[in-house]
């Protein structure tokens, strides 16, 4: 199985500064034929069901708020939130669906608070 | 608007059985994979099972494999989770999930229901 592993596994920042929450695979999730990588990012807040906020490792979702952004490639994954907001306090999870049969894994998650 | 609202949810003793539902709506049922993701109080996210459009193709993880068994029927727009053998660590609240790209098994899960509890006590 590929592990997932998210550090920190908590963060606090201050109102309107960045937030960056890495994301390794153990083992690459980059597919070569078409030059993906298989690895989404989501938001839960608390009593709420996990929100898409990336694939494709840099795709943002419909509606996501463009201070959200993800990048990274193969081992290695960045989601960064370029100012942040009061509504962004949430945990983060990382996500590879590289998997085939599918044993899609998640990573640990990031609890994100304001400083 | 997409919808998928899970029910079945509940307390069950060590050993018992319960099946879940998921209802869809708001989009083509037939067209895409679905799963199921257990969230256990207070901690992270695991993926339990995928089932493929078709149902060509069901997938479990380790953990649940050969007590629980993923079923769908496209007629009436509903995913299953039939759940036999529980145990006190299969205490989660469950969620079912779409893949958000058609005919494919293996994707991201754009939408997401709200979950279903199920408590495993005696």
């Known amino acids: 199985d590929i592990v997932m592993t998210q550090s920190p596994d908590s963060l606090a920042v201050s109102l309107g500064e960045r937030a960056t929450i890495n994301c390794k695979s153990s083992?690459?999730?980059?597919?070569?034929?078409?030059?993906?990588?298989?690895l989404a990012w989501y938001q839960q807040k608390p009593g709420q069901p996990p929100k898409l906020l990336i694939y494709?490792?840099?795709t943002r979702e419909s509606g996501v708020p463009d201070r959200f952004s993800g990048s990274g490639s193969g081992t290695d994954f960045t989601l960064t939130i370029s100012s942040l907001q009061a509504e962004d306090v949430a945990v983060y999870y990382c996500?590879?669906?590289?998997?085939?049969?599918?044993?899609?894994?998640f990573g640990q998650g990031t609890k994100l608070e304001i400083k | 608007e997409v919808q998928l609202v899970e029910s079945g949810g509940g307390l069950v003793k060590p050993g018992g059985s319960l099946r879940l539902s998921c209802a869809a709506s708001?989009?083509?049922?037939?067209?895409?994979?679905m799963n199921w993701v257990r969230q256990a109080p207070g901690k992270g996210l695991e993926w339990v099972s995928s089932?493929?459009?078709?149902?060509?193709?069901?997938y479990y993880a380790d953990s649940v494999k050969g007590r629980f068994t993923i079923s769908r029927d496209n007629a009436k727009n509903s995913l299953y989770l039939q759940m036999n053998s529980l145990r006190a660590e299969d205490t989660a609240v469950y969620y079912c999930?779409?893949?958000?790209?058609?005919?494919?098994?293996?994707?991201?899960?754009?939408?997401w229901g709200q979950g279903t509890l199920v408590t495993v006590s005696s």
């Open positions: 999930a779409r893949v958000g790209v058609t005919m494919i098994v293996e994707g991201y899960f754009d939408y």
């Open positions: 708001g989009f083509t049922f037939s067209s895409y994979s």
């Open positions: 089932i493929s459009s078709s149902s060509s193709y069901i």
């Open positions: 083992q690459s999730v980059l597919y070569s034929s078409n030059n993906k990588n298989y």
């Open positions: 494709w490792a840099s």
């Open positions: 996500q590879q669906y590289y998997s085939t049969p599918p044993g899609y894994t």
